[in-house]
């Protein structure tokens, strides 16, 4: 089986938001062939489909004309090693966890950090994920993706990425244009320095009286911190991050430090800084404030969530209030992080 059809299908349980929003066609492709299949029956020159991935960052405004196509391409083996790196290649249709999980049982470095992210592997370098310090980028080798438009397959090396803060290419100039199927990372078997760096992490680890923390210890680490702070999609639907945290100028920092001199703020490029979006929203008054269906998380406040019922317009009314807030409050636009879509 290289595909499957479902018309009216019912997405509620494929976007961790939990919208009941119904997509015309859902089509789910297992394997390479099975696209390739579809291109040749001309599906791509009568569709314009929307590609789901784990559902896990998106916002589902309103039932979809168009059809979705899951890629569900899974397997995760090595593709080349030697002494100290190891290259894995996992189906874009695997669980981004579980590729962290099966990683760390076999104390290969490089992706803890990144433990408990929801979604997909393919959609990780879309907006090259990131946590507790490490990106995607840092450890990315090479994506292999299908070229709808000229029927090819085509492969993206990191320098080709665009990779950015919650960014690459795959999200600006090329939107649309490739279906993800492979990706490849380069971890370390050996000499392998955990990040640390974030400070969450490092008192985390103090506390714990971890002294040098392996792989596993990292790991363990993070999944704690991450359950205390981020609501479980199976529990409180919600899609992470709403917005990203916002990159400054630092007289903008300055400015409002004046009024808040605790104001937080990490280097980013260009001389410029990182405010956590989540501080600026949780002074406007967000922070664990219901209203209807839709709230902030009372533990993190740049995380929406669907508190039962809610619907894909209530969400984004939401976050349209908070950024106009935090807009009036502090001078600073707010721009989401999970992709609205239409
Ligand atoms: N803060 C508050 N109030 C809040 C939340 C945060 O004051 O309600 C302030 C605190 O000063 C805290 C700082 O913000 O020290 C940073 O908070 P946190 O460590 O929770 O990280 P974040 O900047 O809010 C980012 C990512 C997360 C990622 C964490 C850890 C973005 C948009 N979000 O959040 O990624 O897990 O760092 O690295 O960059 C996601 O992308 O969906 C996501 C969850």
Redesign the pocket.
Known sequence: MTYTITEKADLTHLNTLGLPVIASRLIEVFSLSGLITLSEEGFFRKENPFILGGGS?ILLKRDLKRPVLKISITGIRVAEENDEDILIETGAGENWHKLVAWAVERNYGGIENLAL?PGTVGAAPIQN?????VELEQVFESLQCYDFLNDTEKTFRREECGFGY?DSIFKRELKHRFIITYVTLRLKKKNHIPNTS???LAAYLEEKNVINPNVGDVFDAVVAI?RS??PDPELLGN???F???PVVDKSIHQRISKDYPEV?AYPAAFGQVKI????L??KAGW?GRKVGNVGTYE?????IVNHGGATGEEIYNHAMRIKESVKNMFGVELVP?VNVVE
């Open positions: 960052n992210i994920i990131g946590a507790y310090g919650r974030y400070h969450a991450r702070k981020l899609a992470g991050s917005f990203k945290n937080p956590p979006a989540g501080w929203i949780e922070k533990n993190q406040a740049l995380v992080e």
